[in-house]
């Protein structure tokens, strides 16, 4: 088993290595194939992040949805460790939160359980669907909320585990399927 600490510690210094081409043409991939994936199933109402630190550019949805149909959902982090997802409109009516992380201004928010799939960012995921985040637990309390709604872990290849287990706690929530450059990946959730 791998602990939170030493997976947060490895996967941050292998993302800092990272080339711009490489972020660019993974994260592009990374996108289409989550575009096709929401597509196929007919979600209307996503929940995506901007990327930071290296993160995957899940952003990318936003130019891949081209027609409008889907709406766009983002994080917007309070002083108080609380989240809330509000509507994206456009990359002109953007505003910092608390975390200094690109986010809606001026829009609405809209309650976790209408939102169809949540693209969640991570710095480790494992085939059982556990997920390492910067450790503020965010994410893990907002998805709470969401009752009905799918998790995707969005990675790059070399943070998804797949010879061991990340350690978990009870009040972490598992990925149902983890989405990286090589494709999208259905999580055994029973461990």
Do not use: H
């Amino acid at each position: 088993m791998i602990n939170k600490k030493d997976a947060r510690a490895l996967m941050k210094n292998k993302r800092i290595e990272l080339t711009e081409p490489f972020i660019n043409a993974a994260s592009l991939n990374v996108s289409k194939i989550a575009y096709d994936y929401i597509v196929l199933n007919l979600f209307k109402k996503i929940a995506i992040y901007m990327s930071i630190k290296n993160e995957v550019r899940i952003e990318y949805l936003i130019d891949l949805n081209k027609s409008g149909d889907i709406k766009l959902f983002m994080p917007v982090c309070e002083n108080n460790g609380n989240m809330g997802f509000y509507k994206f409109e456009s990359m002109e009516v953007m505003k910092r939160d608390s975390l200094g992380i690109l986010c809606p201004k001026n829009a609405y928010e809209i309650d976790e359980k209408d939102i169809d799939v949540f693209f969640v960012p991570g710095l480790a995921f494992d085939i059982y669907g556990n997920r390492v985040g910067y450790g503020k637990g965010c994410f893990d309390r907002s998805l709470k909320k969401a009752v009905n709604s799918y998790f995707i872990g969005v990675c790059y290849d070399f943070q998804f585990i797949k010879n061991d287990v990340l350690e978990s706690e009870p009040e972490d929530v598992k990925m149902n399927f983890i989405i990286t450059e090589n494709g999208i990946f259905k999580i055994d959730r029973t461990l």
